[in-house]
């Protein structure tokens, strides 16, 4: 895979109330990716950017989410829809994003 693909893959970490909750009980991370990123992709692209951490992914679950429907007056549209990933981690790996990607 193209190294400079892979820094491109992941666009943000996901930060709500179910991405934090979803961390602590499966320790999992989330992130919003890009549409057409694939599971191998994103598995390498955490492992290429957290490689100072030493971190170690499991599993890649993805969830394509739909634009909410918006309304102005009479005219209807409809916002961008993104992918998000579930990053399962393996043993006693940990993301901290206070310290920062490579």
Known sequence: MNQERLLKVIVA??????????????????FEVLPDATKAEIKA???????????????VNVVNVKGKEKRHGRFVGRRKGIKKAYVSL????????LEGAA
């Open 90 to 97: 393996l043993g006693d790996s940990d993301i901290n994003f």
């Open 13 to 30: 970490p996901v930060i709500s109330e179910k991405a934090t909750l979803v961390g602590e009980t499966r320790k999992q991370v989330v």
């Open 45 to 59: 692209a955490v492992e290429l950017l957290f490689k100072e951490q030493k971190v170690q992914v499991g599993a």
